[in-house]
């Protein structure tokens, strides 16, 4: 009876070992134990042109307030609100008659002094009056000849002229209103559109990093366009003319510490007004042997950091801390963390981690994109 029942559990147990056994030759050629494949690009050095995207406003050019230069009741507004008007057209016309009244008066008295003198000029030579007489005379006739001119330009004041050529806007007193020489409130204000200045924001420390690469030969000037700038507008277009940065019109901003560069732009269409916001595409070199990584290669840490993996020689996955700069297309510029011929994983991330050996393959890109970096810069 006893040995009835050894036998049945002892072949339970041989058939579970060799269960066992087979399950654990499974897992040894299972494919999960194989290398992983993963996409990479070879980094190589290119010429890259470094520009800078930095946020701006619109300026007039020029600005004059017209203000009155004689008291007096405004008879006639001669100009169409927010249209261009000519340098000396009449804007505005004042009541004259008294300035008609007082410029009478003084051809009169003009005519009265010169005439005695005259008469005086004669009888002098015939010791008929004194040479005082005659000296107060002709200081009468040019008291005289200089209230006439005072006169003159009086009347010809009542004739408010624009003193620019530009765009005028909405007028600030209408007929019937008592204007006066030296009023705070201007009649109006005329704004000189082109060119049209565009000042733009860049933080101090970026122009300090910018002339120390230029002086260390990092990267190169880049010749006669290093002055030109092209315009973004506030919906993403692109302004068709080309402007020029005014060098000597450089400040720095106190309340930001800020530096303030300003830019000449050609506007004959108007389309750029005083006061709207837009991007200024600023040249700053050319770098010679720049490294760009794909950016879809270039993750970040919890910490922000810049990483990329990157597939070593004996075909291992090594993480690099990046300091990364300007950005082109698809590409990023490595300044530091990558080199020329590092092979950087751009396809299979999500299956690998470092230290994995892996099984790497040339992922071939569209190189025609044009070099051109730019940077972005906030508002400080």
């Given at each position: 009876m006893h040995s009835r029942h050894v036998w049945p559990a002892l072949a339970s147990v041989i058939m579970l070992a060799n269960l066992l056994s087979g399950c654990d030759k499974q897992q040894a050629t299972s494919p999960a134990t194989q290398a992983a494949q993963v996409g990479?690009?070879?980094?190589?050095?290119?010429?890259?042109?470094?520009?800078?995207?930095?946020?701006?406003?619109?300026?007039?050019?020029?600005?004059?307030?017209?203000?009155?230069?004689?008291?007096?009741?405004v008879l006639k507004r001669l100009f169409k609100e927010g249209s261009d008007i000519q340098a000396?057209?009449?804007?505005?016309?004042?009541?004259?008659?008294?300035?008609?009244?007082?410029?009478?008066?003084?051809?009169?008295?003009?005519?009265?002094?010169?005439?005695?003198?005259?008469?005086?000029?004669?009888?002098?030579?015939?010791?008929?009056?004194?040479?005082?007489?005659?000296?107060?005379?002709?200081?009468?006739?040019?008291?005289?000849?200089?209230?006439?001119?005072?006169?003159?330009?009086?009347?010809?004041?009542?004739?408010?002229?624009?003193?620019?050529?530009?765009?005028?806007?909405r007028s600030m007193v209408t007929e019937g209103a008592l204007v006066s020489n030296g009023q705070s409130t201007a009649l109006a204000t005329i704004q000189q559109l082109d060119p049209i200045y565009v000042d733009v924001t860049q933080s101090y420390g970026n122009m300090l990093k910018l002339r120390r690469a230029l002086e260390s030969g990092q990267l190169q000037k880049a010749g006669d366009n290093a002055a030109?700038?092209?315009?973004?507008?506030?919906?993403?277009?692109?302004?068709?003319?080309?402007?020029?940065?005014?060098?000597?019109?450089?400040?720095?901003?106190?309340?930001?510490?800020?530096?303030?560069?300003?830019?000449?732009?050609?506007?004959?269409?108007?389309?750029?007004l005083p006061g709207i916001?837009?991007?200024?595409?600023?040249?700053?070199?050319?770098?010679?042997?720049?490294?760009?990584?794909?950016?879809?290669?270039?993750?970040?840490?919890?910490?922000?950091?810049?990483?990329?993996?990157?597939?070593?020689?004996?075909?291992?996955?090594?993480?690099?801390?990046?300091?990364?700069?300007?950005?082109?297309?698809?590409?990023?510029?490595?300044?530091?963390?990558?080199?020329?011929g590092d092979r950087i994983v751009i396809e299979g991330l999500q299956f690998i981690k470092p230290g994995a050996t892996v099984e790497a393959h040339e992922v071939k890109r569209d190189d025609s994109a044009p070099a051109v970096a730019s940077a972005s810069a906030k508002t400080e």
């Open positions: 990479v690009v070879t980094l190589q050095p290119r010429a890259v042109s470094l520009s800078s995207d930095l946020p701006g406003r619109t300026n007039a050019y020029r600005v004059a307030e017209v203000r009155p230069q004689v008291d007096g009741i000396g057209q009449q804007l505005y016309q004042i009541d004259s008659s008294t300035y008609e009244a007082t410029l009478a008066n003084a051809q009169a008295s003009v005519e009265q002094y010169r005439s005695l003198a005259s008469r005086y000029r004669q009888l002098i030579d015939e010791q008929a009056v004194s040479k005082q007489e005659y000296d107060t005379a002709r200081s009468q006739q040019l008291q005289a000849e200089a209230q006439l001119k005072n006169a003159q330009i009086n009347l010809r004041y009542t004739k408010v002229l624009a003193p620019i050529s530009g765009r005028i806007d030109k700038v092209n315009l973004t507008l506030e919906d993403g277009s692109q302004y068709p003319l080309q402007g020029s940065l005014e060098f000597s019109e450089v400040s720095v901003d106190q309340t930001t510490g800020s530096v303030i560069l300003r830019a000449v732009f050609p506007n004959p269409d108007h389309l750029l916001f837009v991007h200024a595409r600023l040249p700053e070199g050319i770098a010679e042997q720049a490294i760009m990584a794909p950016q879809v290669g270039v993750t970040r840490d919890l910490k922000g950091t810049p990483t990329a993996l990157v597939v070593t020689a004996d075909n291992k996955i090594e993480q690099r801390e990046l300091t990364v700069g300007q950005v082109v297309g698809p590409d990023i510029l490595v300044e530091s963390g990558l080199k020329a």
